[in-house]
């Protein structure tokens, strides 16, 4: 493979295990998940990838690992040497990510773990116009350098959820997404836009593999969006965290760990 990607592990040797492989999101990296994920090794074995250019991940020139399908098929490589009963999961960007991967790969996956995540954009206009806003940022990301980029990037509604975290914390949050190129950002902006991945809302009722899809209290659009994506795959289970944004494994870790354990329990025989 010749783009590989670095892959944080926690308990591979416990081959009886089910494997989880969690998916960061935009501006993150795989050590976005740790607290959670530590929170899991009793239940499962832990992969987590750096998305190409991210963390420890090489950027690769080759534009076409940034897109829907480029990245579905990296992740898929990426993971195929991994033993036993496998589940992806992922946050936001990662979830999209994750059900590409888990419906371009039918019966790899024994279940699925959906994060603030959606289907995609199923209205033309909206499409155009999602494409548009990003191309917009990717613009904006090469002009202003990632500092200044991520600093108004999380002035977003969306992750006022974090500001409520201890000042250290949240310093250290933004720091490390400080350190993402800002060549890597424009190509996920412009290339994995929401308004660029596939439609998969149609796809979703012929899902039969387990499905766990959790939003934020606080997060109304993706509430609406996870109630929607629930409601259409038949063995899906609907989880919301009280008190958390958009950021759930970051805004709270532990609680999320402990619904990732009740689901797999349940489902992952």
């Known amino acids: 493979m010749s783009n590989k990607l670095n892959v944080i592990q926690l308990n591979p040797e416990a081959t009886w295990l089910p494997a989880l492989i969690l998916l960061h999101g935009f501006t993150g990296r795989a050590a976005d998940w740790l607290e959670t994920a530590e929170d899991l090794t009793d239940v499962c074995r832990i992969y987590l990838p750096d998305l190409p250019g991210c963390g420890e991940s090489a950027a690769p020139e080759d534009n076409s690992v940034y897109t829907a399908e480029g990245l579905s098929k990296l992740i898929s490589e990426t993971v195929s040497g991994i033993p036993g009963k496998k589940i992806i999961g992922g946050y ?80 250290e949050i933004t720091n490390n997404k400080i350190n993402c190129p800002a060549e890597v950002l424009s190509s996920w902006l412009i290339n994995f836009s929401t308004g660029r991945m596939p439609d998969l809302w149609p796809l979703l009722p012929g899902i039969e593999t387990p499905a766990m899809i959790v939003y934020g209290e606080e997060d109304v659009k993706f509430a609406s969006i996870s109630k929607r994506m629930s409601g259409l795959i038949r063995n899906s289970e609907l989880y919301e965290v009280k008190g958390a944004g958009h950021n759930v494994h970051q805004e709270k870790p532990f609680e999320l760990a402990e619904a990732i354990r009740v689901f797999i329990n349940k489902n992952i025989k």
């Open 92 to 171: 936001s960007m990662g979830a999209r990510a994750a059900l590409v991967t888990a419906l371009n790969n039918p019966g790899i996956f024994s279940g699925m773990v959906l994060v603030s995540g959606t289907a995609g954009i199923s209205s033309p206009d909206e499409r155009q116009a999602r494409i548009e806003s990003d191309l917009n940022l990717a613009d904006a990301v090469i002009t202003k350098g990632t500092e200044a980029f991520i600093n108004e990037w999380m002035e977003n509604p969306l992750f006022a959820g974090l500001k409520r975290l201890p000042a250290e914390k949240y310093r």
